[in-house]
């Protein structure tokens, strides 16, 4: 059961344009959003949140947007870099703590290229 | 200096054999992660402890049994190995149980096993 959704397994764009990641999740508990980036060998690395009382979050290059009434989530980077090639994960957490603990659900990842 | 580290990153074996993984992090937080990342990419939460306390299990197999002698280690026992146990496994931890917004979850590199 895929609570978080990435359905594109990949998205290539040229350097300097814009690029979007989406996010879809169908738990209406999640309330808090992350965006992740992995290179090979690599573990993730935090990018970007967003907590569901807000619809925007932007940091530099990076902007989430979050629509609750979509279930749905964005990534955009703009310009795109060709070191921002990675996967990118989406991850939900529910605000709920289990055994106080935040439980983090993962999307399967989008593999993005920034061509030069 | 490395915030979560693994040993070790690679690690091929036969069936049936008993293994562990190691988890440090120095960044003095109070709660740690295993994740499994299978070959359909998705990342799932194994195992949480907060202080060294057991606070998320997910349904997996008691073939494997993590342990955490003080705040800074979390490793992980695999017993009997199978096939199926093939993945990439990264340790994480965060400052707090609980995420909340500009929180997240830090990564080591992983750990890939391979299971003949």
């Known amino acids: 059961d895929q609570q978080v959704k990435q359905n594109s397994p990949s998205l290539s764009v040229q350097e300097g344009r814009i690029s979007i990641l989406n996010c879809d999740y169908t738990?209406?508990?999640?309330?808090?959003f992350l965006w992740y980036k992995k290179y090979p060998a690599e573990g993730p690395t935090f990018l970007i949140s967003?907590?569901?009382?807000?619809d925007k979050n932007e940091d530099g290059r990076f902007t989430v947007f979050l629509n609750k009434s979509a279930k749905h989530l964005s990534l955009h980077i703009v310009p795109s870099q060709p070191g921002d090639s990675a996967v990118y994960f989406c991850?939900?957490?529910?605000?709920?703590?289990?055994?106080?603990?935040?439980?983090?659900?993962f999307g399967k990842g989008m593999k993005l290229t920034v061509n030069p | 200096d490395t915030a979560v580290s693994q040993t070790p990153k690679y690690l091929v074996t036969q069936m049936g054999n008993d293994k562990s993984i190691k988890c440090e992090q120095n960044?003095?937080?109070?709660?740690m992660y295993w994740y499994k990342q299978d070959s359909k990419k998705f990342l799932k939460i194994m195992f949480s402890?907060?202080?060294?306390?057991?606070?998320i299990n997910e349904t997996v197999p008691n073939r494997f049994s993590p342990k955490s002698p003080d705040k800074a280690h979390l490793n992980l026992h695999i017993n009997s190995l199978e096939l199926g146990d093939s993945a990439v496994y990264f340790c994480?931890?965060?400052?707090?149980?609980?995420?909340?917004?500009?929180?997240?979850?830090?990564f080591g590199p992983g750990t890939r096993l391979l299971v003949l």
């Open positions: 994480a931890s965060s400052r707090l149980p609980g995420l909340s917004m500009g929180e997240t979850q830090y």
């Open positions: 738990n209406s508990m999640f309330d808090y």
């Open positions: 967003i907590s569901s009382i807000k």
């Open positions: 991850a939900a957490s529910g605000g709920v703590l289990i055994g106080g603990s935040e439980k983090l659900v």
């Open positions: 960044l003095g937080h109070d709660t």
């Open positions: 402890y907060n202080n060294k306390e057991l606070i």
